[in-house]
């Protein structure tokens, strides 16, 4: 019987592999080795062809023999360390592609799939420089440059990476992905317009991009263009119902609309909880058989200039250290004069911005926190996919979001009587509510808040009393419109000034004023004003307005504490959720419950007599300040203490006392 001749069968193997057909060209090659055991082309391309059929081990194999062969091959090296990181090898991997560049430092592949393992590896400086060596090997290469600004975005932020992102998209104008990053880019820096454009041109060039849909719902988002965001996200969810992303989103919005309820809103939590729970993980219990102290980790993308860093910093700076060693993980791509100050009250920081999933996972696996603390919630940057995998013994959550997470392995939710009333509130949340303190804020007023000024009626030249909300315009629903159309209606002469993100743009001051006249609400009795460049100008704008108007049903926290310190009353509507209930706690605090209304007509009621004796505007300002100093809310160092018997009494109701 006539031998098959292996130099044929070779050449038969490469014409089917160029072809793309993997699997004949994969039983020839295997084929010549058991002839030519010697044969380094039908190991190289035979472990190539392993790797393109997705038996990354066997190709790994394969690859390794192949380079024993020929050790001079750097293509054969690369593609060795291509199929490790496949496996998730990363360690192998990175020194295969090393030995590729030692031996031909301009092969792009290499410097691609290197960039690749250091971003799998979270070190995202080195991923950065070697996909910025390989865009500038290869210029014509779109996705290499897209690749360049998505990794600036990650390890600087969108506001460094955004001119690197808009010149990619004006040089690759028929590269989806491009425009794609750069209309995320755009949504995150509040420029949800162009952002919409940059993200229809994705979708147009590439129909089914859903990471430009999840995109193109944070634009809407961003635009307060509420209902069609929800129908945005609910459509990545559609093809990806595990997206974390667009689960968190939805449910966000979700918090912004009067017509859900809180029933409809717990069962949209619990679904996010369906779809990322991890039963049966557990976090592990750090050595504790030694008295120490309990080691306390916070995770937050918001531990720098941030609303959530101004009620968190009082906390740790009063946090008894012989009881709690304080942990920071910091996972946003910014790093200020507050992550400063934030790491002097840890005993260790972690910046975690960019990271892998997995990333971040081992390294708090590896820390053993016993006690993990969720600041976020469903907004922004979150890691809940990660808190359901189980990090640590206890998992917490408190300020960022005004609801439940929805997590059955988040164990404590911190809050109070008034914000979630006993027997109220309580099967709205998969986690056990924590009433640990007369309110669960602690506020700490910026260093460079401007002294109190009279309120603005009060001027001879006064022609009427102004209203204001410096509230996120996403909270204002047509039903907050339309009682400030009742309130402006029954006060001759008043006015309301907003201020928001965006609301010096012509097409957002379009949007809003329609939708206030839409709600009866008069367009030429408002004024509108965007963002102020620091707080300190933020603050001083409070002297335009005589009374503050707090939004329904997403009531705002930091807006209502910058209201009270710079003089201005604020009036409530109460809720039967937690977040229709912060003003409650909070306006209870500053020793002022008048302020709040349990109905809408109380509402404008309160709201018109407030507006009707300026006398009474004018003392109540002078005096606001100090009833803050004497409350709860800058009891710094009572509500440290509050909050440390908090931890102990989760950690003790744990199991773990």
């Given at each position: ?22 699997e004949p060209?994969?039983r ?5 080795r ?14 190539l ?13 394969l ?39 030692e031996?031909d430092?301009?092969?792009v592949?290499a410097w ?15 991923a ?5 060596t390989?865009a500038?090997?290869r210029?014509?290469q779109?996705?290499?440059?897209e ?32 425009w794609?990053?750069l ?13 919409l ?15 430009a849909?999840l ?5 809407l ?7 069609e965001a ?21 449910l ?11 029933a ?12 990322h ?23 937050s993308?918001?531990?720098r200039?941030?609303a959530?860093?101004a009620?968190l910093?009082p906390l740790?700076?009063?946090l ?12 946003h791509?910014v790093m200020?004069?507050?992550s400063a100050?934030l ?41 809940l ?24 392995a ?7 009587a008034?914000?979630d009333p006993?027997g109220?509130t ?31 009626c009060l ?7 102004t ?9 204002l ?12 209606a029954a006060?001759?002469?008043s006015?309301?000034?907003l ?13 809003l ?15 509108l ?17 005589d ?18 310190w ?6 409530t ?9 912060v ?26 007599a407030?507006a009707?004796d ?6 109540l300002s ?7 100093r004497?409350g ?7 509500q440290a ?14 199991g773990?006392?």
């Open positions: 019987m006539r031998q098959p001749n292996p130099k044929l069968q070779l050449q038969q193997a490469v014409t089917h592999h160029q072809a793309g057909r993997f060209a994969y020839l090659y295997a084929q010549v058991r002839t030519v055991p010697s044969a380094f082309d039908a190991w190289h391309l035979g472990g062809a392993a790797h393109q059929l997705g038996r990354h081990a066997e190709a790994a194999t690859l390794a023999r192949a380079l024993k062969l020929m050790p001079g091959s750097a293509l054969c090296a690369m593609r060795l360390g291509a199929a490790q990181l496949a496996l998730g090898e990363l360690e192998p991997a990175e020194s295969s592609l090393r030995r590729a560049l031996l430092p301009a092969m592949e691609e799939h290197l960039s690749l393992v250091q971003h799998r590896r979270g070190v995202l400086g080195a950065l420089d070697a996909a910025t390989a500038h090997l210029p014509e779109a996705a290499l440059h690749r360049v600004g998505a990794l600036t975005a990650e390890r600087h932020g969108f506001a460094a990476a955004l001119p690197l992102l808009q010149t990619t998209a004006q040089r690759f104008p028929a590269h989806a992905a491009a794609k990053n209309g995320i880019a755009l949504a995150t820096l509040h420029q949800p317009e162009e952002a454009l940059a993200l229809d041109r994705a979708l147009t060039l590439e129909p089914g991009l859903l990471a849909q995109g193109r719902g944070l634009a988002q961003e635009a307060c263009r509420l209902p929800v129908a945005a996200y609910e459509a990545v969810l559609a093809r990806d119902p595990a997206n974390a992303e667009a689960g968190s989103a939805r966000l919005c979700l918090n912004y609309t009067e017509e859900v309820s809180a409809d809103l717990k069962a949209a939590h619990d679904a996010f909880g369906r779809a729970d991890q039963p049966g993980r557990a976090g592990r219990v750090s050595d504790r058989t030694a008295p120490r102290p309990l080691r306390v980790a916070f995770l993308p918001d531990l200039r941030h959530v860093a009620f910093e740790l700076a009063h008894d250290r012989a009881e709690f060693e304080v942990w920071l993980y910091h996972d791509p200020d004069e507050v100050r790491q002097t009250h840890a005993a260790r920081w972690h910046h975690l911005a960019g990271l892998p999933p997995a990333v971040v996972e081992a390294a708090i696996r590896r820390d053993a926190p016993d006690v993990l603390v969720d600041l976020a919630g469903h907004t922004g940057i979150n890691r996919p990660l808190f359901a995998r189980r990090l640590a013994p206890l998992q917490i959550t408190y300020l960022g979001y005004p609801n439940t997470t929805g997590l059955a988040m164990d404590c939710r911190l809050t109070d008034l914000a006993e109220l309580d099967p709205f949340y998969s986690e056990r509510l924590v009433r640990f303190a007369p309110t669960a804020w602690c506020y700490q007023p910026p260093a460079d808040a401007p002294p109190v000024s009279p309120p603005p001027a001879e030249s006064s022609t009427g009393v209203f204001g909300s410096f509230n996120n315009p996403a909270k629903s047509p039903g907050t419109l339309r009682r400030w159309a009742a309130i402006l006060v001759p002469g006015r309301l000034l201020k928001g993100h965006g609301l010096d743009t012509a097409g957002r001051r379009s949007e004023l329609t939708r206030c006249a839409a709600q009866s609400l008069d367009p030429a009795r408002i004024d004003i965007g963002r102020t460049p620091g707080t300190s100008a933020h603050l001083e704008l409070y002297r335009r307005i009374v503050a108007l707090d939004p329904y049903p997403y009531h705002g926290t930091t807006t209502t504490c910058e209201a009270l710079m003089g201005r009353p604020v009036v509507l109460a809720g039967r959720e937690h977040r229709s209930r003003g409650v706690s909070l306006l209870t605090a500053a020793g002022h419950p008048e302020w709040i209304a349990e109905t809408e007509n109380d509402y404008i009621g309160i709201a018109t407030l009707g300026r006398i009474r505007l004018g003392v002078a005096g606001l300040r100090d009833g803050l004497a709860p809310l800058l009891d710094h160092a009572g203490r509050r909050f440390g018997e908090a931890l102990r009494t989760c950690w003790a109701a744990a773990h006392a």
